[in-house]
């Protein structure tokens, strides 16, 4: 690597264009740039090179000053300089916002208490997964009933295909859920039962939470595997619910007294 004995006052990028030489020449060259300098990005039009131009446009250590056709000029800012070996993306202006395509599900739990997350997104299975075939209910015990340490939970189901129904039980206070019945749930004549078992004494008083899933075949062998390694050890960590893995879900929130 080339060592800039002073600070640069004008640097331009017009290198090879393919993804990702233009982001490595920003990488080297941004480091030795001086505030006031003049960094020009050429050819913005190419997908790869304009990427780089967003991502400087909304960056604080730069200021757009012009566009002429397809070339950028910018102009170095006061602004610290970005540590090149660190990996603090979320000070960058930039990915101040996450995409909403793929990150919906958390900017929605600002917004709404997990119980409506979760019928949205059980709505948009039931949409999704229509054709799928799937669907399960639970029938008891009913929302709000107090609860001991145990007792069974029943319902109706409709598989399709290699899926599978679990049933799984978590405090409501607590991330990640517990696979009851030792494992897939059995369904006979779109009947269902299983016997699970809420926390230990001291949850007295807290809510539970039941949810009966019918997943595909990835994510049932996960939880068999999980099975397996908890019957070896007397660790009993939670596992999390696969989100758009779930073909069909119901959940039930029960109080244990």
């Not at 060592?3 to 993804?19: R, S, T």
């Not at 979760?118 to 948009?124: K, L, Q, T, V, Y």
């Not at 039941?210 to 050890?233: D, L």
Request: aromatic content about 12%; proline content about 6%.
């Amino acid at each position: 690597m080339f060592h800039f004995p002073e600070k640069l006052q004008l640097a331009m990028i017009d290198g090879p264009h393919a993804y990702p030489f233009p982001d490595l020449e920003y990488y080297f060259l941004y480091p030795h740039l001086d505030a006031g300098a003049l960094l020009i990005l050429d050819d913005i039009q190419i997908r790869s090179i304009h990427n780089l131009f967003e991502f400087l446009r909304a960056d604080s250590m730069f200021r757009l000053e012009e566009v002429v056709r397809s070339t950028a000029f910018f102009i170095r800012t006061e602004a610290p300089t970005f540590d090149p070996t660190g990996d603090r993306w979320h000070e960058q202006r930039y990915n101040t916002r996450t995409l909403m395509r793929y990150d919906w599900r958390s900017r929605l739990k600002g917004a709404f208490p997990d119980s409506a997350i979760r019928r949205i997104e059980s709505f948009r299975r039931r949409v999704t997964n229509a054709s799928s075939g799937c669907s399960v209910e639970i029938h008891s015990p009913h929302r709000g009933d107090r609860i001991s340490e145990s007792g069974i939970v029943a319902g109706t189901a409709h598989l399709a295909g290699d899926t599978h129904l679990w049933v799984l039980v978590h405090r409501r206070d607590v991330d990640g859920w517990w696979p009851q019945g030792a494992g897939e749930i059995a369904v006979a004549g779109s009947q269902w039962s299983v016997q699970v078992k809420y926390g230990g004494p001291e949850d007295a008083g807290y809510d539970f939470e039941i949810a009966a899933v019918i997943v595909g075949r990835p994510a049932h062998e996960q939880w068999i595997e999980w099975v397996r390694s908890v019957q070896a050890t007397p660790a009993y960590p939670p596992v999390q619910l696969p989100g758009a893995a779930v073909l069909s879900a119901q959940y039930r929130t029960v109080t244990k007294g």
